[in-house]
């Protein structure tokens, strides 16, 4: 099945402490992404990577790293969390233009 | 990319046809439109896209203005299981703003 898989589904963790957020997908896609989502401000995009080792920055990157080492795995890293950075993060992934897929949602808690 | 402008909220009767409206008067030429809906907190789900035709699929239709200003969202006969956030994008690349959607309420 295709899919867009991301772990783990919940994190409840504390400042400053080192976290990877894991996304993988089965589609040989090239295109992949990460969202955050808040209350009142929607889905805003951190970072994206249109190949292997090509990486850039969405509207949010502050606070956060990803890789591309490999084409079907892009993980989002938190090196120093802070509680701004609670939220529920969504992986993404496409081929060409076609239509994103979105994986189920990290809900994030950062106390 | 151009900007969308959708109503807030919508409610609909179960079994009716919802049409749910986009403002995109900005649009340019390369430019698609695409609808996704969010159930709850699930990740986003991708209903339908198109350039300048009308395009329908087995989930819903797509009703581009001849000016391409406006679309509208068909979903024909409206279930319990299609209330959810949709969202209205206009964009040419990868990237899409999805903006604060619609909040559409499928009742009994």
């Known amino acids: 099945e295709a899919q867009v898989t991301q772990n783990p589904r919940y994190l409840i963790t504390v400042t400053g402490k080192k976290l990877t957020v894991t996304c993988s997908q089965n589609?040989?896609?090239?295109?992949m992404s990460w969202y955050r989502q808040d209350p009142g401000l929607g889905l805003r995009q951190i970072y994206y990577?249109?190949?292997?080792?090509?990486?850039d920055k969405g509207d949010v990157p502050e606070g956060y790293k990803v890789s591309r080492k490999e084409k079907r795995n892009f993980p989002l890293i938190l090196e120093s969390p802070s509680p701004n950075q609670t939220s529920l993060y969504f992986c993404?992934?496409?081929?060409?233009?076609?239509?994103?897929?979105f994986g189920n949602g990290t809900r994030l808690t950062v106390t | 990319d151009a900007k969308t402008t959708q109503p807030t909220s919508m409610d609909c009767a179960e079994g009716r046809a919802a049409n749910l409206p986009c403002n995109h008067s900005?649009?340019?030429?390369?430019?698609?439109v695409y609808w996704y809906r969010q159930i709850h907190s699930q990740g986003p789900q991708y209903i339908i896209h198109?350039?300048?035709n009308n395009e329908t699929n087995e989930m819903a239709s797509l009703i581009i203005t001849e000016d391409r200003k406006s679309s509208t969202l068909i979903l024909p006969h409206a279930t319990l299981r299609d209330t959810a956030v949709y969202y209205c994008?206009?964009?040419?690349?990868?990237?899409?703003?999805f903006g604060k959607g619609t909040s559409l309420l499928v009742t009994p």
């Open positions: 589609m040989n896609h090239e295109y």
């Open positions: 900005t649009i340019s030429g390369n430019e698609y």
């Open positions: 198109g350039l300048k």
């Open positions: 994008i206009v964009a040419s690349g990868y990237a899409l703003n």
């Open positions: 993404a992934s496409s081929y060409r233009r076609s239509p994103l897929h």
């Open positions: 990577s249109m190949n292997v080792e090509v990486t």
